[in-house]
DNA sequence: CAGTGGTCTAGACCACTGA
DNA sequence: CAGTGGTCTAGACCACTGA
C-alpha cells in the first residue's frame, strides 16, 4: 500500500561509457503545441523509465545532442533541467551528465502535489469516497485564518472517508470560500475529485500549496471512521492551496492511516 | 516550537502598481565569483524579506530589469527563476510577476534538505546531542539495502538524542558505510554536525536524499529517551543521503516528538 | 589536453492579459 | 493596442575532470 520504491545499485566508479545518440531515437516536433523543451524532456524521461538509459549510464553531451536535435544547447539544458530537478538526471561538471541511481515512482517527487484521487490512481488504486458531510457553515477562528476570510464568513466543508479500492485511506476535511464557490454544492463529489470540479466547472487551477504533516494519535469517532483502533497513530497533513494567481482557495486537514499510507519525498541541495 | 508559518493576505484583485526600478537599487559585479544570476536572485530575496517588496507588488518587467542591471533577459530570468522555485515570486504571463503572498521560514521549502544542526539553528534554537551509541557492526539487511551494501558489510551506527535548547526533540540512528567512512569513529560529534563532517573531513557533500515519512506509536524506551509517554504518537523520517555523484553516503532514521515538531512544505505544480 | 557542464549574451517571435 | 512572460537561437568564454 506504502509507495514502492527502491534505491538502485550503487555507481560504478568509472562511469559508464556514453550512450550512442543514435541509440536515443529522438526528434522534436516544431509544429507542436508542446514547447521543444518539453518533448525533449519528455522523450529522455520516457527513455529512462522504459530502460533503454539505465542508472549510471552517461548521456551524451549536451553540444552532441542539441547538434542531433537541431535545437540550440539553452533548449537541450532546459530539457536537462527538468530532469535534474526532478531527480533523473544528476549533471556532473567535467564528467558529463549519469542517469540517476534513485528509482521512485511519481508521486515521490517534491515537485507537483496531487489530490487524493490523483495520488491514488498513479499508485494504482482505484480512489471513490464516502461523504461525511457537505454543507456550507461560518468558519471558525482557524479555518477563516487559514483561507485569510473576515471573522463569520462563510465556507464550504467537505467532510469525506477517503477510500482506496474500498479500504478507508484517509479521512478529510475540505473548507472552500463560500463566496467564490458557492456553485460547489451542487456537484456529486463522492465520484469526482474536487481538483477536478475546480478546474473544470470554475476554471480555477490549484497551482502552490503548502502543507505541515504531524503526527497524531487518533481520537474515537476518528479511528471508527477509518476502522482502525482509538489512539492509533496517524498523520495528520494541513494542506492550503492557492490558484495560479496566488489566491487562496481551499485549506485542508486529512488524516491519513499510519498502517497504509506513508510520503515519500526527493530533495535536493 | 513548531515552525512559524504565516499565510499572507489575499492579493488584491487589480494587482499593485508596479514597482519602481529605483526603488530596488540593485547592482551586479561581474568580477564576484558568484555568478551574475544567482547575485540578482539573493537581492530580490533580500528585497522580499526586508519589505521593500511586498505581497502583491508587481516587479518591473524583465526587459526593464536586465536593461537597468545591463544583464542579458536569459540571465535575469534565471534569477527569476530561482524565486519561483521557492515559491517567493508568480510569474503571470501577459501580466507580469508578483511578489508571492506566502511568507514561510525558509525550512518550509521543498528545495533542499537540512540536517538537524542546521534546521535547528535556522529556527533559532540551539542544537545538541546525547550519544547513546557510536561504533561499527554489520549491518542488518534493512540498513544493508538501503545502503546498497552486501550482505555482512561493516556499518558505523550512531545513535543520538537530539536536544533543542537542551530538551529533547528526536531520536536519530544514523548509518554509514564503514569502508568509506571508517575515519569518522574519531571525531566528536556530540558537538558538531555530522554533515558538517563529512564535508570537511571527508570531502563528501550530501546533495540528494529521499525520505520517507510515517506515523507511529513510540515503545517504551524510545518514549523514555525523548521524555514522553509510551504510545505518544512520534513522525518516523527515514531518510536515505547521496552524494553529488550519487554514491550513497547515509541512511539515517529519526524519530520526532509530535508535540515539538512538525514539517512544512512548499509545493508547486 | 580534449571534452564536459556552467554561465552569459543580444537578439527574435510567440501567446496572453488588460486598457 | 502596448506590454508581459514563454520560448528559442547561435554563438561565446569559463572552470572543472580525467586521460
Known amino acids: 500500500m506504502a509507495p514502492i520504491v527502491s534505491a538502485g545499485p550503487a555507481p560504478r566508479a568509472p562511469l559508464n561509457s556514453p550512450i550512442g545518440i543514435d541509440q536515443l531515437s529522438m526528434r522534436v516536433n516544431r509544429r507542436a503545441d508542446t514547447p521543444i523543451f518539453k518533448q525533449i524532456a519528455e522523450q529522455l ?4 523509465q522504459n530502460g533503454t538509459l539505465r542508472f549510471g549510464d552517461v548521456i551524451p553531451g549536451e553540444r552532441e545532442l542539441s547538434d542531433a536535435l537541431a535545437v540550440s544547447r ?3 539544458r532546459a530539457a536537462i533541467d527538468e530532469l535534474v530537478d526532478e531527480g533523473l538526471l544528476l549533471r556532473q561538471r567535467g564528467r558529463g551528465t549519469v542517469v540517476s541511481h534513485v528509482r521512485i515512482n511519481k508521486q515521490a517527487q517534491v515537485i507537483g502535489f496531487m489530490s487524493f484521487s490523483e495520488e491514488m490512481r498513479s499508485r494504482g488504486l482505484e480512489p471513490s469516497s464516502r461523504i461525511l458531510s457537505f454543507k456550507s457553515e461560518v468558519a471558525d477562528a482557524a479555518v477563516a485564518a ?24 484517509a479521512l478529510e476535511r475540505c473548507y472552500v470560500p463560500y463566496e467564490r464557490f458557492s456553485g460547489l454544492l451542487k456537484f456529486d463529489l463522492s465520484r469526482r475529485s474536487l481538483y477536478d470540479v475546480l478546474e473544470q466547472e470554475f476554471d480555477t487551477r490549484p497551482t502552490m500549496c503548502q502543507e505541515t504533516v504531524e503526527a497524531i494519535a487518533l481520537d474515537a469517532r476518528e479511528a471508527r471512521d477509518l476502522q482502525v483502533k482509538r489512539g492509533d497513530p496517524a498523520l495528520l497533513v494541513t494542506r492550503v492551496t492557492r490558484d495560479a494567481r496566488g489566491s487562496l482557495i481551499e485549506a485542508e486537514q486529512t ?3 499510519s498502517d497504509r499510507y506513508r510520503m515519500v519525498f526527493l530533495r535536493q541541495r
Chains 1, 2 share one sequence.
Open 45 to 48: 524521461r520516457e527513455q529512462i
Open 255 to 257: 488524516l491519513y492511516r
Open 146 to 169: 487559514q483561507l485569510d476570510l473576515p471573522l463569520g464568513a462563510q465556507v464550504i466543508l467537505l467532510k469525506r472517508v477517503r477510500l482506496a479500492n474500498l479500504e478507508p485511506m
Open 74 to 76: 539553452m533548449t537541450l
